[in-house]
């Protein structure tokens, strides 16, 4: 409409400028698309949908694991045991170094409520029945 962009948010109508409006749309990319580092591990969201763990700083593709989206990091997680090591993480078809990337990507990351109890072997138990962190999504 003219010079305003309407937006519609969970039933409420904003109206935007063309400047809010591509301030905004920038912002959203931005989230959609966009790297967390942690102590030794990072995950991307990618714009195709897909989540990338990597070891922080590394730049090989040996040095990360693409999945589809962050749900099947998720799904993953919640079918692993109270208490696992990468061994566990390995019967999904992990291997190599990439299952002690990801056993420390979710140790790391908010979203998993879990942490490391052992460094040998590398072991995690979730801290709460289900596992999940207090976040409804992940950052």
Do not use: W
Request: glycine letters at 8%; a negative charge.
């Amino acid at each position: 409409m003219g010079d305003r962009i309407r937006v519609e948010v969970d039933g409420v109508t904003h109206e935007l400028t063309r400047e809010q409006a591509t301030e905004l749309r920038g912002q959203i990319d931005d989230a959609l698309t966009s790297r967390r580092e942690f102590l030794h591990t990072a995950g991307e969201y990618r714009d195709d949908g897909a989540y990338v763990v990597s070891r922080r700083g590394a730049d090989s593709a040996g040095n990360s694991k693409v999945f589809e989206s962050f749900e099947q990091v998720r799904r993953l997680y919640e079918r692993l045991p109270t208490e696992f090591t990468a061994d566990a993480v390995s019967r999904s078809g992990i291997t190599g170094s990439r299952r002690h990337m990801l056993v420390r990507h979710y140790a790391e990351h908010p979203a998993f409520d879990c942490t490391i109890t052992r460094r040998s072997p590398l072991t995690v138990v979730k801290t709460t029945a289900d596992g999940t962190g207090d976040e409804a999504t992940a950052d």
